[in-house]
């Protein structure tokens, strides 16, 4: 795992990529991607011979890290044996991912309808929730990401979402819980929960109840800032989805499979959903691959009336097989377990040390190995470090903090005025102990936007 620098074959590939690649969610021409070499477990490395941490994990997939051998293994025996074949038959390595992923949802959800990632996750829940009700509304809240096609970045609340919304998903959006900034002007987890799910509740009765298919949220919300939801919220809304008939679908595309210390972050509030997207960690992203885990009584709608959606990749044989072979990894070698026990005693008091010294951190939050850093100019008040959806030079704290993080051997994920830690879930104490140093060298320059500085 020591990188060996090619420049030259480096600056090809930088020369081909700025010439023919168009990248997403980029101003083309303002952009200078990284040109990657490789990547083994929790690190990977460029053409010039810098190694970096991925504090990332990709774009928080890669929760068994890269190139994990028996899942590169079962992918090569795999595409050996049978490469391809189209959805309607019956494969083993589609079969046998489709069981062990139903083995570990909760509740009913047995059945498992696979897409090619997250955000077709979404629209084929929302397809699913709309012709079970009859309905046509979805609500979803802010501070959420969904994903890029057309009806999940509608569901989107970040500014992301701006440019496609046209106001005719049948999208509403509402205010979720969030104590740190709260909308409800709660001075606890007690009164903000309570007043989300009084808002949430009105917000149904004056959209008309008998109008909404499905509420989707994030069980944790990842890109939008890992909120964890308060105890008893999403029992709440639970309740009010029962009450009103409404499709409870839980967006795990990002929490799910050990992200958060479990199998699935439902599990830490003994809460199920009608509907579960997942994505990213189901196969650590080796080969592209989402679904929806289905409830019994979803499932029974289309039991005799045909499902009116396909894609001609649901459950290709490479991404199931990789799936297969990742959770296999996941349950041999404790990977859950390690994301759990080292989230609570590593990655947690790491953090909260490195708030304790840092001005610029407003607040830690987080679980597993899923975590955030809220960076501020002043505590007191809570200004972000820089303005929301910043750009330019308004952006230029955020900026500053990760360069330095890359200059110390770590890359960072940095969201508005967020840094998040999310590691992989199988990375080792010392490699999270050289994470939390650089983050800590990273934030003295974070430090110097402050109010006092």
């Not at 991925?54 to 994990?68: E, F, R, W």
């Not at 809240?141 to 009806?151: E, F, L, P, V």
């Not at 900026?399 to 969201?415: D, I, Q, R, S």
Request: hydrophobic share 45%.
């Amino acid at each position: 795992m020591t990188p060996q620098p090619h420049p030259q074959t480096g600056a090809a590939v930088k020369a081909a990529d700025r010439a023919h690649v168009f990248h997403s969610w980029s101003a083309q021409e303002l952009i200078d991607p990284l040109a990657v070499a490789g990547a083994e477990g929790s690190y990977f490395w460029d053409y010039d011979g810098n190694r970096y941490l991925d504090l990332t994990s990709g774009l928080v997939y890669t929760n068994i890290g890269y190139q994990h051998p028996k899942v590169v293994a079962a992918i090569q025996e795999q595409a050996a044996k049978l490469t391809t074949f189209a959805p309607a038959f019956a494969i083993e390595a589609r079969s046998e991912a489709a069981r062990l992923i139903a083995e570990r949802t909760p509740g009913d959800l047995d059945k498992i309808f696979f897409t090619n990632g997250g955000a077709d996750a979404v629209e084929h829940a929302v397809r699913m929730a709309r012709l079970h009700t009859g309905r046509a509304k979805v609500l979803s809240a802010y501070r959420s990401y969904h994903g890029g096609t057309q009806q999940a970045v509608n569901l989107t609340g970040d500014p992301r979402r701006w440019a496609s919304d046209t106001a005719s998903a049948g999208v509403v959006h509402f205010w979720a819980p969030f104590l740190y900034r709260s909308r409800f002007y709660a001075e606890t987890e007690e009164q903000e929960c309570a007043r989300a799910l009084e808002h949430l509740e009105t917000t149904i009765a004056f959209e008309g109840p008998a109008t909404i298919a499905a509420i989707v949220l994030e069980t944790i919300p990842g890109t939008a800032g890992i909120m964890v939801p308060p105890p008893g919220y999403l029992a709440g809304v639970r309740a009010l989805c029962d009450k009103y008939g409404i499709v409870f679908v839980l967006d795990e595309v990002m929490a799910g499979f050990g992200r958060t210390g479990e199998w699935f972050a439902a599990d830490l509030f003994d809460v199920t959903p009608d509907l579960m997207t997942f994505a990213k960690g189901v196969n650590s992203g080796y080969v592209p691959l989402g679904g929806v885990a289905i409830s019994g009584a979803i499932a029974e709608t289309f039991g005799k009336r045909p499902y009116p959606g396909g894609l001609t990749y649901s459950g290709h044989p490479l991404a199931c097989a990789a799936a297969v072979a990742t959770i296999n990894v996941m349950a041999e070698e404790g990977v859950v377990d390690n994301a759990r026990n080292l989230g609570a005693s590593v990655v947690e008091p790491g953090l909260r040390a490195l708030a304790e010294r840092h001005p610029s951190v407003g607040e830690v939050r987080g679980t597993g190995m899923f975590w955030a850093l809220e960076l501020v100019r002043d505590r007191e008040t809570r200004e972000p470090l820089v303005p929301y959806n910043a750009a330019g030079e308004a952006n230029a704290p955020m900026l500053a903090f990760a360069g330095a993080a890359k200059k110390a051997g770590v890359w960072p994920f940095v969201n508005m005025n967020r840094t998040h830690f999310v590691p992989p879930c199988n990375a080792s104490e010392s490699e999270l102990k050289e994470g939390l140093a650089a983050l800590d060298a990273a934030l003295t320059v974070a430090d110097r936007y402050t109010k006092d500085a």
